[in-house]
């Protein structure tokens, strides 16, 4: 049986690092206070946005065109036999996440080892990597999942998955 497939809204990962790694309490807090006093010292206004150029925008594309074999490499490499998605939805879901990510990703790049091809891929690696696994804790934890399994697993008998019942625990 499929299971019904829905787009990942890529803003759900604000809470992580370019590198992947989940913002500390701590990271988090001194965000929203730096936030706070920015708009006390200059009358309420908002931190203004980077902004990358043009011409940085159009070699962030370049470079991403370039790396999609490299993708397809990191997913045959780090997709689980049992991710809910398939190796395209994935690959799909690493393309558009990467390019809402774009400004982060270049604004990243610019004040770590510069803005280079050779940082780019490292990045990328780092967030690819990291997606794979987001997109599957975010679909096993999505209400279609979670409502699936308690329609068919309630007789214990009658819905097997690969890792056995979640609630008897039998396979």
């Given at each position: 049986?499929r299971?019904?497939?829905?787009?990942?809204d890529?803003t759900?990962?604000?809470h992580?690092?370019v590198?992947?790694?989940p913002?500390?309490k701590e990271?988090?807090m001194?965000?929203?206070?730096?936030?706070?006093?920015y708009?006390?010292?200059h009358?309420?206004?908002e931190?203004p946005?980077?902004?990358?150029?043009?011409?940085q925008?159009n070699?962030?594309?370049?470079?991403?065109?370039?790396?999609?074999?490299?993708i397809?490499?990191?997913?045959?490499k780090?997709?689980?036999?049992y991710?809910?998605l398939?190796?395209e939805?994935v690959?799909?879901e690493?393309?558009?996440?990467?390019?809402?990510?774009?400004?982060?990703?270049?604004?990243?790049?610019?004040?770590n080892?510069?803005?280079h091809?050779?940082?780019?891929?490292r990045s990328?690696?780092?967030?690819?990597?990291n997606?794979?696994?987001?997109?599957?804790?975010y679909?096993?934890?999505?209400?279609?999942?979670?409502?699936?399994m308690?329609?068919?697993?309630?007789?214990?008998?009658?819905?097997?998955?690969?890792?056995?019942?979640?609630w008897?625990?039998?396979?």
């Open positions: 049986m299971v019904q497939n829905k787009v990942i890529p759900r990962y604000e992580f690092t590198l992947g790694q913002k500390t990271e988090k001194s965000e929203a206070i730096r936030r706070e006093n708009k006390k010292l009358g309420g206004k931190r946005q980077f902004e990358p150029t043009e011409e925008i070699q962030f594309n370049l470079w991403l065109q370039d790396f999609q074999t490299d397809i490499k990191i997913v045959g780090y997709r689980k036999s991710h809910k398939s190796s939805e690959i799909s690493i393309n558009i996440s990467l390019l809402k990510k774009r400004t982060g990703l270049i604004e990243y790049m610019i004040k080892d510069g803005f091809q050779q940082n780019f891929k990328a690696f780092v967030y690819s990597r997606l794979i696994s987001w997109t599957h804790s679909m096993m934890n999505s209400c279609y999942v979670r409502k699936h308690l329609a068919y697993c309630s007789p214990h008998t009658l819905w097997i998955t690969l890792h056995g019942c979640v008897c625990r039998r396979r």
